[in-house]
C-alpha cells in the first residue's frame, strides 16, 4: 500500500477515536469538516461545505461598500449616515450660513470607516456632494456627481486590464441614497432631472429627510404621490429581489415591510437618552422624544435592514453585473476613449 494512503488512513482513524469533546471547534456545524469519512459514510463527498468555505475566506479578507448621500442642505443627511452605522463620522462638520449655500459650487468629499462586527469587517466610504441643490441656478447641479461616477467606473476598468485581480481597490459606489425635502407636495423637478439622469448609473435608494416635521397622516399621502411620480417619470430606483417560495416566514414579512416603507421616511439624530432602561437615540421636543430606531417613528431601522442586513451584496453584485458591465460595453463601443458617460 502506498505510504502516503496509509498515513492518511491511520491519522483518520486515530481522529475518529477522539472524544467529541477534544475535537476542534467547527462552525460548519451539520457538515462538520472535522468529522471523519467513516462516520459521515461513503456516500458524503464533502461539497456540501463549499459555501462556509466562501464565508469564511470572505470574513478574512473583509467587505467593502460605497455610499453616495445626495440632497439639498438641511435634510439631516450627515446626521442620519452617523445613525445608520452607530459611528461619529460627521461629528465635527461645520455648517454653512445661507449666503454661503446660495454661492457654493457642489463638491465631492470621502470619508472611510473601518467597522467591526462578530469579527466580519466592513470598509465603509461614505461621499458625500456637499453644494447639491442649494444654488439659485441648479442647472449643472448633477455634472460633479455623474462625473465622480463615471471616474470610478473608468479606473476600475483601467485596473482590469493592467492590474492583477486581486490587487484592484473598488471604489465604485453601490447605493446612492437620495433625500427628498419633507416639505412640499412631492418631488421636485429637479429630484426629477438628477434621478433619470443617474438612474443607468448608480443604485438609487430615494428617502424623505426629517420626516418628524410631517405627521403620520401626510406622510403617508407623500409616500404614496412620491412612488406614483417616480412610476410616472419612469425613474428606475433600486428594486428589491421577490421572495422565494422556500424564504422563511420572518425574512419574507421584512421584505414585505421594506418594499412598503419606499421612499423610506427617515429620522436621525446624534443624542443618546435612557428611556424605558434602554440608550436610545433620540431627537428631542419640547412636546417629548422621537425615537429614531422607533419604526413608528421613523424607518431609519428599515433603512438599515435592507442596507446592511438584507440587500447590501444585491447592491454591491447589481452594481458590477449590470450597471458597471452596461458602462464596460459602453466603453468598448465607444471610438473616443474621451467620450462622455
Known amino acids: 500500500m502506498d505510504s502516503r494512503i496509509a498515513t492518511l488512513e491511520s491519522s483518520d482513524r486515530r481522529h475518529s477515536t477522539r472524544p467529541d469533546s477534544a475535537r476542534p471547534k467547527s462552525p460548519w456545524g451539520v457538515h462538520d469538516p472535522y468529522i471523519s469519512m467513516e462516520e459521515l459514510g461513503k456516500s458524503f463527498v464533502g461539497f456540501a461545505s463549499l459555501p462556509h468555505q466562501i464565508h469564511r475566506k470572505n470574513v478574512k479578507k473583509g467587505f467593502d461598500f460605497t455610499l453616495m ?43 472611510t470607516v473601518d467597522i467591526e462586527e462578530k469579527g466580519v469587517r466592513l470598509k465603509l466610504t461614505i461621499v458625500d456632494t456637499p453644494g ?10 448633477s455634472y460633479p456627481i455623474v462625473d465622480y461616477l463615471h471616474q470610478q467606473m473608468e479606473q476600475y476598468r483601467m485596473d482590469e486590464v493592467g492590474m492583477p485581480r486581486t490587487q484592484i481597490k473598488d471604489s465604485r459606489v453601490h447605493c446612492c441614497l437620495y433625500f427628498i425635502s419633507p416639505y412640499g407636495h412631492g418631488l421636485k423637478p429637479l429630484d426629477v432631472a438628477f434621478m433619470k439622469e443617474l438612474q443607468a448609473k448608480v443604485n438609487i435608494v430615494p428617502v424623505i429627510g426629517k420626516a418628524d416635521c410631517l405627521t403620520k397622516a401626510e406622510l403617508l399621502r407623500k409616500k404614496e404621490r412620491i412612488r406614483k411620480e417616480i412610476e410616472f417619470h419612469k425613474i428606475k430606483i433600486f428594486q428589491f429581489s421577490d421572495c422565494d417560495s422556500d424564504d422563511d416566514i420572518e425574512w419574507t414579512r421584512q421584505d414585505h415591510e421594506m418594499k412598503n416603507s419606499i421612499p423610506f421616511a427617515v429620522v436621525g439624530s446624534n443624542m443618546q437618552l435612557r428611556v424605558d432602561g434602554r440608550t436610545v437615540r433620540v431627537r428631542a421636543y419640547p412636546w417629548g422624544v422621537v425615537e429614531v430606531e422607533n419604526p413608528d417613528h421613523s424607518d431609519l431601522v428599515h433603512l438599515r435592514t435592507m442596507l446592511v442586513r438584507t440587500h447590501m451584496q444585491d447592491l454591491r453584485e447589481k452594481t458590477h453585473d449590470n450597471l458597471y458591465e452596461q458602462f464596460r460595453i459602453r466603453r468598448m463601443n465607444m471610438r473616443s476613449p474621451s467620450a462622455a458617460f
Do not use: Q, W
Not at 448621500?69 to 462638520?93: A, M, P, Q, W
Not at 442649494?134 to 442647472?139: S, V, W, Y
Open 132 to 141: 447639491f441643490g442649494d444654488a439659485l441656478d441648479c442647472t449643472d447641479s
Open 69 to 111: 448621500v445626495v440632497g439639498e442642505s438641511g435634510l439631516g443627511k450627515s446626521t442620519l449616515i452617523n445613525s445608520l452605522f452607530l459611528t461619529g463620522l460627521y461629528s465635527d462638520r461645520i455648517l454653512p450660513n445661507t449666503s454661503e449655500m446660495m454661492k457654493r459650487t457642489v463638491g465631492i468629499t470621502r470619508k
